[in-house]
Structures are given as structure tokens and as C-alpha cells.
């Protein structure tokens, strides 16, 4: 949805042969507070912003080191809020009630299960 993706591909809504759509996804997605997307199909770490419409992507990244890899973790694009590559990982969640509704903490990890990067309280855009 957010990506970005590299040059080479064209796969996705983060890729120039699926910008008219991916514009309008995005459109449509910022209509819904507290929205967060969760990507499971790529082999790298990230969480990136659209710089338009504020939607935020987790991708969880690639299980195992074996299968990491895609990008080069040296050339972070300015929606990158963080950047893990050449390593697997995976993502874990909580929801928890909260005085003003419910929280939402989400948690990037390595393969051994340390925390690389958190969100806690992941607010409206």
C-alpha cells in the first residue's frame, strides 16, 4: 500500500504502474481513524508513512534470514520510519482497552524475538 518498493518492480500499489490505484486506495483507507496496514508479502523489515495521506504500513518481513533481503537497508527512502533488510524477523501485536477506547501496540522483531522497533498507542493521523 505505502512501500516503497524498489525501481525493478511493478507489482503493488507502492509501484508506478499501479499509482492511479494505489493514490486511490490510499485515498480511500485515510477515510478510516486509527487505520494501520500490515504487510506479510515482502522480505524485508519496515515501517514507512505516506507522506499524503498518512497511512502507515508494518511489513512483517521475511521469516528466516535465509529468505531476507530485497533492499538495501543503506538507501532509506524519507517514508521510512525504520528499515531492517538481510534478516528475518517477524511482527507481534496487542490490543488493549485504554480509558479512551482501546490501544494498539505493535512490535517489529528479530528471529531470536528482540524487540528492533515498537508503536505503542498507535494514535489517528
Known sequence: ??????????????????????????????????????????????VSRDAVTGIEEWSVGAATNAHAGGWDEKTP?????????????????EVRPSGKGVRLSLRLHDTAGTILFSADNLSPR
Open 1 to 46: 500500500m505505502v512501500g516503497p518498493d524498489r525501481a525493478s518492480k511493478d507489482d503493488n500499489y507502492s509501484n508506478t504502474g499501479y499509482a492511479v490505484e494505489g493514490s486511490k486506495i490510499r485515498e480511500l483507507l485515510a477515510r478510516h481513524k486509527n487505520l494501520t496496514v500490515i504487510t506479510g508479502d515482502r522480505h524485508w523489515q519496515y
Open 77 to 93: 527512502r524519507p517514508a521510512h520510519r525504520f528499515l531492517r533488510t538481510g534478516f528475518g524477523g517477524f511482527l507481534s501485536g
